[in-house]
């Protein structure tokens, strides 16, 4: 072909596949690749990556976006990071199917598990739809970035049970209507399940899921491999590591009676426990010995994370005196924290149960005069000094701020760079696990990439840039029988991204207030990505958004 819609040329192509990189040319027409390595034609677009590694656009196969797309078809800031397909609807929670008038417990359900708050929803999320293929046809127009859709299984059982769905196994003829419909999503163009063996609702009960026997999975298994793929993706019931083995061991049933691909989430190093990972891991290598397609997910990223008592902290939820202040209206919730009469109770409960977090936490963002003495400094440093117990200093500094301050706790858990490359260069595990989407006002899921890039492969060495995008790229969309991409070839869709080895990184995480309903969130800008390609459309240029609008359901 002598003419291109798009000519990439001179790039340090890494195709995705773990291959040796290679200098050259990549040529696009009509949403897909036609020349890789040298083109001879012209194009109507020209882009010069001198310098800039070109390899397919990421996949982030974690994410909490089925809301957010209602009103940002972007996805934003993934697609700013390279990222060109999100999978949404994972942890048992999706918008479909809902039936009209009942979206209130998906709200609530999202409130608890993933913090997105029910003002955001009620302005940004208009539930026009019943059905999951619905659902897709509304986040559909106008889409700039691939979605992978699950179904949640939390969702799809309170759709057919009702309240009943956290109460009791399903019968034989609520389970063949949940297939039925599991069945109708699929072929609407969902890309599988996702349950959950941990999470919790608004009212602190079990999700739906989690009242599920194995003859039901088995069945919605079943159900998805009738469609000729499908992935069952889920959350391990973290709190006791006997049982986190135990649901892979099942996670490897499912698999060998259906078929099915199964992933869980999240794989993660933790100093407190610091065997669990590897036992994890063998344990994952155990069944996938066993000729069961089942992998463990697990991120670059340390588990940072900030509080801010005006907001919400999953965190908080096992300090009872605590927890129910944040339940409160801010005015109440800020009179409840300030009140000396229960103070002495507030802090008991947090150095039982807090304390080794909060020993560790710094003071960011604070907004009153008083505070700026406090900021960038440890709470245990300010509490020495003062002669107060730690978690009297938080809340003396938060009331001050009308709770908004911001305290930082960083390098908690998975921070040891050593063990975190170990894991993410394991066979059985797959990059993943970012919550890109979920607990904005927490931390920023979105970004992963970059800190893969810039930290496990640039400054550390511990990745090759070729083995770590293959891990970002064709690793998750064959696992995920996404099919056509993550790999520069002739013939696949031109999911691209262009970015500078030497720059690209995350960001810094930025506080900001621009979801529906007075939202705030974190979110984190991209460096040295200059250009993502999504099926053919620069979509993202030098950091910034284009009019392009070219995303697909995949």
């Keep these: 072909m002598s003419q291109a819609d798009l000519a990439i040329r001179n790039a340090q192509i890494v195709d995705g596949t773990g291959a ?52 940002d078809r972007l996805a934003t800031p993934s697609l700013e990071h390279g990222v060109t397909t999100v999978v949404v609807g994972n942890c048992s929670l999706s918008l479909a199917p809902v039936r009209q008038g009942g979206s209130r417990k998906l709200v609530r359900m999202f409130g608890k598990i993933e913090d997105i708050k029910e003002p955001t929803f009620d302005e940004g999320v208009p539930f026009k739809w019943e059905s999951f293929g619905e659902y897709l046809d509304f986040i559909r127009p106008g889409l700039g970035i691939n979605v992978g859709a699950l179904v949640g299984h939390s969702a799809l059982r309170y759709y057919v049970m009702g309240a009943d769905s956290q109460e009791r196994v399903a019968t034989d003829a609520e389970i063949a209507t949940m297939c039925e419909l599991l069945e109708g999503a699929m072929a609407a163009g969902a890309i599988g399940l996702s349950t959950s063996y941990v999470d919790i609702d608004e009212n602190l009960r079990p999700v739906p899921s989690r009242l599920a026997d194995l003859r039901e999975k088995i069945a919605l298994c079943n159900a998805m491999a009738r469609s000729g793929r499908g992935t069952l993706q889920t959350v391990p019931y973290l709190i006791d590591p006997e049982q986190q083995l135990k649901n892979i061991e099942e996670l490897g049933e499912l698999s060998l ?3 099915v691909f199964c992933t869980i989430a999240p794989i993660v190093y933790s100093p407190a426990a610091p065997d669990n990972y590897k036992r994890n891991l063998a344990k994952l290598d155990e069944q996938r010995a066993r000729g069961a397609r089942v992998f463990g997910q697990s991120m670059p ?21 605590w927890y129910a202040l944040m339940q409160l209206e801010l005015p109440k919730r800020i009179a409840g924290f300030a009140d000396r ?3 002495a109770k507030l802090v008991k409960d947090a150095e039982q149960r807090f304390l080794p977090l909060l020993r560790g936490a710094e003071v960011g963002e604070v907004y009153h005069p008083a505070n700026r003495q406090y900021q960038g400094r440890r709470l245990t440093e300010i509490a020495q000094e003062l002669g107060k117990p730690i978690p009297e200093v938080m809340l003396d500094i938060a009331v001050a701020d009308d709770l908004r301050t911001e305290f930082q706790i960083n390098n908690f858990i998975h921070a040891d760079p050593q063990v975190v490359a170990e894991i993410l260069d394991h066979p059985s595990i797959h990059i993943g696990a970012s919550d890109a989407g979920a607990h904005v006002s927490q931390f920023c899921g979105a970004g992963d990439t970059g800190d893969l890039l810039a930290r496990f492969v640039r400054e550390l060495g511990k990745l090759s840039m070729e083995r770590a995008v293959h891990r970002l790229t064709a690793e998750p969309a064959d696992a995920w029988g996404i099919k056509n991409r993550g790999r520069i070839k002739v013939g696949g869709m031109a999911d691209l991204t262009v970015f500078d080895p030497t720059t690209i990184a995350r960001g810094e995480e930025v506080f900001v207030s621009d979801f529906p309903g007075g939202g705030n969130r974190y979110i984190r800008h991209a460096r040295g990505v200059e250009q993502v390609i999504v099926n053919g459309k620069v979509v993202v240029e030098g950091g910034n958004y284009t009019e392009a609008r070219a995303g697909q359901i995949v």
């Design 301 to 321: 990223r340390s588990f940072n994370i900030n509080i801010r008592l005006s907001e919400t902290s999953f965190l908080l939820y096992g300090l009872p005196s």
């Design 257 to 259: 009676t259906s078929g």
């Design 341 to 343: 009469g229960a103070r």
């Design 20 to 71: 040796a990189a290679f200098k050259g040319d990549v040529a696009v027409s009509d949403g897909k690749i036609v020349a890789v390595g040298a083109f001879a034609g012209t194009a109507a677009r020209e882009i010069d990556a001198h310098g800039h590694t070109l390899s397919p656009g990421f996949i982030d196969v974690h994410t909490h976006y089925d809301p957010q797309l209602c009103w």
